[in-house]
């Protein structure tokens, strides 16, 4: 289903954040403050680590009924430009498994497509 994301507000959310072995943390889940709308949420920090650590000024774009984090960008708005492009995909974002979002092929290859050029313009 074609998703709006016109309106955004602020909310505490819980996001499940992956092992860094850098820092020694173990793979855990944090409740955070960010913003959503729809099936998504944006929170400042990484897949690994909640917050702006170290002068870092990442937020992450994270699929809320999974928790799990789809995009790690260097602005706010990008990660709302992405969440929209996603928003545009026909799939069933309300999934509560990321890998079980469902769709048409050509729906889920365009969603594919929209996250690996998002990360390629990161790197």
Not at 15 to 40: C, K, N, Q, W, Y
Not at 86 to 92: H, I, V
Not at 102 to 115: P, Q
Request: with cysteine.
């Amino acid at each position: 289903m074609r998703l709006s994301l016109s309106v955004w507000h602020r909310k505490r959310f819980a996001v499940h954040l992956e092992p860094d072995a850098t820092m020694a943390l173990p793979e855990r889940a944090e409740l955070v403050s960010g913003i959503v709308s729809g099936p998504f949420g944006i929170y400042p920090g990484t897949a690994y680590r909640a917050g702006h650590a170290h002068g870092s000024r990442l937020f992450t774009l994270l699929h809320m009924p999974s928790q799990y984090p789809k995009l790690t960008l260097p602005q706010r708005g990008l990660c709302q430009e992405a969440a929209e492009e996603f928003a545009d995909c026909d799939l069933a974002w309300e999934s509560a498994y990321a890998l079980g979002v469902i769709g048409t092929a050509g729906e889920l290859e365009r969603a594919a497509a929209i996250t690996r050029w998002w990360k390629q313009w990161r790197a």
